[in-house]
């Protein structure tokens, strides 16, 4: 069962293993086919009609194809522009930030490279070569590289022109709005993975000062509380979360959770109800349950759940026998 997600990334997603099965399983980016278009087949694709004339009008024809998440028609009119201007940054930029956006890492990775090649200080490269790397995988590789995009960011916000509070007196950044958010984000997933939940609440925390209303590094932050224990915490990010989307579901689940592992059986009810049938939240809390070996209310809800599906829910059945065969192992 899947509760946090992390890079929409932005976000990635943290799993919590549960024995048995449950109904909900929140969603993280959509998922995108990677794009069967390589630079030699863009012929076939589009009429050399239509090519554009300028690098410019190349990069405004891929960033309007982005708009409309037509990831296969971006890459294409991008590399057109590569043939009119092989050594364009900002056609690398692009085409690294598309091919990230359509699960294609590996020319992510490499778009990236050859824009570190000539800007090795490129804050957004690092990062990109970061979240790719992740995504690979390489968490080693990944950590050099989102720490290379942070300290390299907090360089350029040194140099910057001082920002001055209302009474004059020099605020003192470390981040702003130019900041890379999905660097922070990433480094916050990495730390909640090697259990380091107080860095991960650190980075989170400075993702959130650069997009204070996102609702997945608040679920993010959420998670991590309740991770470290701190649940009254995690409640209060899980429902600002909600309160910026209200049909978020991870949120919703994840308030569940914790609402019912402090046995607030009709908060935790309502919670699961906001994004599930009934049958389906009975199963899911039931599950909850058996994980924290709190047997014989799990069956409670297996039985629930059983009782209230209008049709056989074969999830709750094969949960019951699941926590039968752990009941019998206890004796």
């Not at 995988?137 to 140099?159: F, T, Y």
């Not at 650190?202 to 679920?219: C, S």
């Not at 978020?248 to 906001?274: D, M, V």
Request: aromatic share 10%; charged share 25%; proline share 3%.
């Amino acid at each position: 069962m899947m509760f946090k997600k992390s890079l929409t990334l932005s976000c990635i997603v943290l799993s919590l293993s549960l024995q048995g099965c449950a109904s909900f399983s929140p969603n993280s980016e959509a998922d995108i086919k990677k794009s069967e278009i390589d630079a030699l087949d863009k012929e076939k694709a589009f009429d050399k009609a239509i090519r554009p004339t300028t690098v410019d009008e190349s990069l405004m024809r891929g960033d309007t194809a982005v708009k409309n998440k037509d990831y296969q028609r971006a890459i294409i009119e991008y590399s057109f522009g590569l043939d009119l201007d092989k050594d364009s940054q900002p056609l690398y930029d692009r085409l690294g930030r598309v091919y990230y956006l359509n699960g294609d890492f590996e020319r992510c990775l490499n778009s990236f490279n050859i824009i570190l090649k000539n800007e090795p200080n490129s804050i957004v490269a690092h990062q990109y070569l970061g979240l790719c790397s992740f995504k690979q995988g390489n968490v080693d590789q990944a950590e050099n590289h989102l720490e290379k995009s942070i300290e390299l960011d907090k360089a350029r916000i040194s140099v910057a022109p001082s920002v001055k509070n209302e009474d004059g007196s020099i605020l003192m950044l470390d981040v702003d709005s130019n900041s890379p958010w999905k660097a922070y984000n990433t480094m916050g997933i990495i730390h909640d993975q090697k259990k380091q939940h107080l860095k991960a609440i650190y980075y989170f925390k400075q993702a959130g000062r650069i997009r204070p209303n996102d609702v997945n590094i608040l679920n993010n932050l959420g998670y991590s509380n309740y991770l470290s224990g701190d649940w009254s915490t995690a409640k209060s990010y899980f429902n600002q979360a909600i309160k910026q989307k209200p049909n978020f579901a991870t949120a919703w689940y994840n308030l569940g959770l914790i609402q019912t592992r402090e046995q607030n059986w009709r908060q935790a009810e309502l919670s699961f109800s906001k994004i599930m049938p009934k049958q389906d939240a009975y199963n899911d809390m039931g599950v909850i349950l058996m994980q924290n070996n709190d047997l014989t209310r799990a069956r409670t809800y297996f039985q629930n759940a059983l009782e209230t599906s209008p049709q056989y829910h074969e999830k709750a059945a094969n949960n019951l026998e699941l926590l039968n065969s752990m009941t019998k192992e206890q004796e």
